[in-house]
């Protein structure tokens, strides 16, 4: 069973669905659903994930916005945080670039071995996986 904590940051609810049955099948167990930077900003306030899976195009506040204000109240610095976007344009990567929890910029949708390369960045162990 794997602890570590994760957020997904999306106002698309099949792509969030997705995400998490990805993560389901490689044993994450603690994960938690937000729909855009305001709830995850907020979730913040009293919670530290170790990964974030970020979308980029939001309502009331976007990706980038979501980054900002965290940076700016040096909340969670230890989280790690990826871009989960469908934006495949070099504006929003070097945007992302910008900000040091960002680790990793992929675009949907979330696969098993998406995840695993990014665990492998962080030096994460791998999951055991289930079939989806």
Known sequence: MNNTSVLLVDDDDIANFIS???LRSLDFQNINTVNNGKQAYEYLQGNCPI??????NMPILDGFSFLKQTAEKDLCQ??????LTSSNRKKDRDQANEFGTVIDYIEKPLTQEKVRQVLDKIKIPQPTVRSL
């Open 20 to 22: 998490e049955k990805v």
């Open 51 to 56: 990964l974030v899976f970020l979308d980029i």
């Open 78 to 83: 230890k989280m790690h945080v990826i871009m």
